[in-house]
């Protein structure tokens, strides 16, 4: 509250009741897609906004319940809980205690930089295939069907019959179409009424104008009172089978929320700490799991209410909290006609929203590599389960990672005549090599897996110059480290040259990579005069020399 201006009071009075006329389906919506009662969307609403809101970096990020923690919850929650609704609440509230305490930790030991791991790729092919899930699960219940299942697909599965069977609750699928309808119409006209409060006030109406609650399920009155504790009939085995799951939910919730924030920041000329944003999402995360909620992140399609409300700073969240508070002790009742089938929508909707067709087509016209581990992602998320999808994609990206080191870029440079600098050969045939000089550009660090690599690239290369080559400069720019791997092959190669009367110079090297060839005692084998600040100087020494002999 340093620093707070009265007349933004106002502003986070009205985005903090716009806030909250989506607080409530949302929460509700989240957890039914979760396989939670729906109070317990609530309680993750309400204890994440108030923590965020007094150690959270952002002003204006809006935590909450998210469709895309839905999948993952389920997968982490079904194999240890099964039918038992109470023990899923305590499992749901432990895995969110684990994720805080992870990220909690992660914060102490500035872990920000594993978010790497989830590249670009990655996350269009989970958000995409989360989506697609996430869809999967709810269209029985758009349908009016109850089925059974452990997964998206085997619910989806188990309701195919029963469509075919006729078996569709027409009226809980036209009133499910109405409420995709008023979702998203509003978006597509840019009104500002939240189209999820439309279609929740609809259907309510139609509900109870139309004596419609016997023939379709409805979410019928919450439990009166605040958020409590919920982690009965769980132990220690439980939080040990938990703890992958927490890992990997824990960093897609980290990034998620630190590439929203981070937005945030930058659209205000402002910045956030990675680290501190971490430390509040577990603070927030452990409460929600302390007080009957279950994982929590950042919200996508809130954050960008509460910003378009003119919110001003974090009371916007408060208030939206305390109002939902206020609405779970006066008129919990409201929800009684509030229909199954308008909350499926509801997630459907934010499914679609996370989708990105366009950045998948994007991605297949820029890289062919980075779309297999993009598909790979999609695929592993939809056929494997979300978690094992993520995990066997991150494997995949280091995979490619790997062969983009062990087999990287090799060229060499020659003079192109009007040209600045020294350019590949392979883009500049017209170039002139310099007489008696081969000059070699080796794109990436020199480690273990390509030290050999570089020893027959320059050998090759070597053989196919024309004859009375001298000197070969290797245009070391991108060598930024060296192991003693790949330091013991220089060497050899450093020898062989020197066996064959030519000498082995570097231009460009990084002070860095000079410093550990010092450290592993190389200084008297690469004197100062085999190191050049530019290939131009290597070039004019060398051309000195040879009109000094």
């Excluded at 295939?129 to 059974?148: D, H, K, R, Y």
């Excluded at 004596?211 to 409590?228: I, N, S």
């Excluded at 020199?446 to 020893?455: H, I, K, V």
Aim: glycine share 10%; with cysteine; aromatic share 6%.
């Amino acid at each position: 509250m340093r620093g707070y201006r009265s007349e933004w009071l106002r502003h986070d009075l009205v985005a903090g009741t716009a806030l909250f006329a989506v607080l409530v389906p949302a929460g509700m919506a989240y957890a039914q897609a979760a396989g939670l009662p729906p109070v317990t969307g609530l309680y993750a609403t309400v204890v994440p906004l108030l923590v965020y809101a007094a150690v959270g970096p952002s002003r204006v990020l809006v935590l909450g319940p998210d469709s895309a923690l839905a999948p993952m919850i389920v997968a982490a929650l079904v194999p240890l809980a099964a039918a038992n609704q109470q023990k899923s609440v305590a499992l749901a509230g432990l895995l969110a205690i684990l994720i805080g305490l992870i990220m909690m930790v992660g914060s102490v030991l500035r872990l920000g930089i594993v978010t790497g791991l989830l590249s670009k790729p990655i996350r269009l092919g989970y958000l995409n295939g989360i989506a697609l899930l996430v869809t999967a699960s709810q269209l029985p219940t758009l349908l009016g069907i109850s089925v059974e299942g452990d997964t998206p697909w085997a619910k989806l599965l188990a309701a195919v019959p029963k469509v075919l069977a006729g078996e569709t609750n027409t009226t809980a699928l036209l009133l499910g179409l109405a409420s995709l309808a008023l979702i998203w119409i509003p978006r597509w006209l840019n009104w500002k009424v939240p189209g999820v409060l439309l279609a929740v006030v609809a259907s309510c109406v139609a509900v109870a104008v139309l004596g419609l609650h016997d023939r379709l399920k409805v979410t019928g009155a919450l439990p009166q009172g605040l958020p409590a504790p919920a982690l009965g009939g769980i132990g220690w085995a439980d939080a040990l089978a938990l703890l992958p799951a927490a890992a990997a939910i824990a960093l897609i919730v980290f990034v998620d929320t630190g590439t929203l924030s981070q937005s945030l920041a930058a659209a205000e000329d402002g910045k956030v700490s990675g680290n501190h944003e971490m430390a509040a999402l577990g603070a927030a995360n452990a409460a929600s799991g302390l007080l009957g909620g279950f994982p929590i992140s950042a919200s996508t399609s809130r954050t960008p209410v509460a910003v378009e409300s003119g919110a001003k700073s974090q009371l916007t969240g408060v208030v939206g909290a305390v109002l939902v508070l206020g609405f779970m002790l006066v008129a919990p009742g409201a929800t009684e006609f509030l229909p199954a089938t308008t909350l499926a929508a509801i997630v459907i909707a934010a499914a679609a929203g996370i989708a990105d067709p366009a950045g998948v087509w994007r991605l297949v016209g820029m890289s062919r590599s980075e779309s297999l581990v993009m598909l790979a992602a999609f695929l592993g998320v939809t056929i494997l389960g979300v978690l094992p999808g993520i995990v066997v994609a991150v494997g995949l990206a280091i995979l490619d990672f790997l062969r983009r080191a062990w087999d990287p870029y090799r060229a060499e440079l020659v003079d192109v005549p009007g040209v600045p600098g020294y350019h590949d050969v392979s883009r500049h045939p017209e170039g002139e090599r310099i007489p008696g000089l081969l000059i070699l550009r080796f794109d990436a660090p020199l480690f273990f897996g390509n030290g050999a690599l570089l020893g027959t690239f320059v050998r090759d290369e070597l053989d196919d110059a024309p004859p009375g080559t001298e000197r070969v400069v290797l245009a070391a720019e991108p060598v930024t480290g060296i192991d003693t791997t790949a330091l013991d092959e220089l060497v050899q190669l450093d020898e062989w040259l020197d066996r064959h009367g030519v000498d082995l110079v570097f231009a460009e090297l990084k002070g860095p990579v000079k410093d550990m060839l010092l450290q592993y005692g190389m200084g008297a084998r690469f004197t100062p005069e085999h190191f050049y600040p530019t290939v131009s100087q290597a070039v004019r020494a060398f051309q000195h020399k040879g009109r000094e002999e």
